[in-house]
């Protein structure tokens, strides 16, 4: 639920009081105008950073990589050796326990992925059921740094924070999904075709 919240911040629906108008305003707290700026003129601070540490007091977690928006660490990576059996399961079962352990880092955070440096596998967090962990495909097969770099882009990160998470109550328990690659593709083929003057049939 703390995830559901935090995210409507990050899509800027949330308010803060300023007392010197004694009134709240609206809080933006990614500019996703940045989605269509050139790289140089981009308004947003975008941080990698690896060995990210955190301690609640109780618990120490130390994810290998992670990426953060105006501060913020938005997605985290764990990267395995590929010479263990079921590496990316091992990098998966190590998100894992980052929720049980220190689920405040958590909090923030949208999205994780997994790699043994061959495959990439992608999920949102809060839910790392197997059948819910995808992989990201690149027309250049086998090639991880062009996978990475598709992912991680700047702009494909702030499209699935700002429409490709959504949350659902299903029996009576909050999920958390994250639409894949085909999905995403689909959705921009049905608004692009909605929106098109000359196209007056329904779809």
Known sequence: TGNREFLTFLRNQGKFFCAEENRELDLTVIDYGDLTRPRGEWRNAYEVTEEFYFHNGHYGTREDVVFLINGIPV??????????DEAIALGVDQIRRYHAETPEVMVPQMLFAATEAIGFAYGVTWNTVRRNLFNWKHEEVGNLEAKVKSFCA???????????????????????????QHQTAAVDKVLTRALDPKRTRGL
């Not at 997605?75 to 263990?84: F, Q």
């Open 75 to 84: 997605l985290v990576i764990e990267c395995k050796n590929a010479s263990k």
């Open 154 to 180: 700047v702009p494909h990160l702030l499209r699935i924070l700002k429409d490709f998470i959504l949350f659902a109550e299903k029996e009576e328990e909050l999920q958390k999904i994250i639409l894949r």
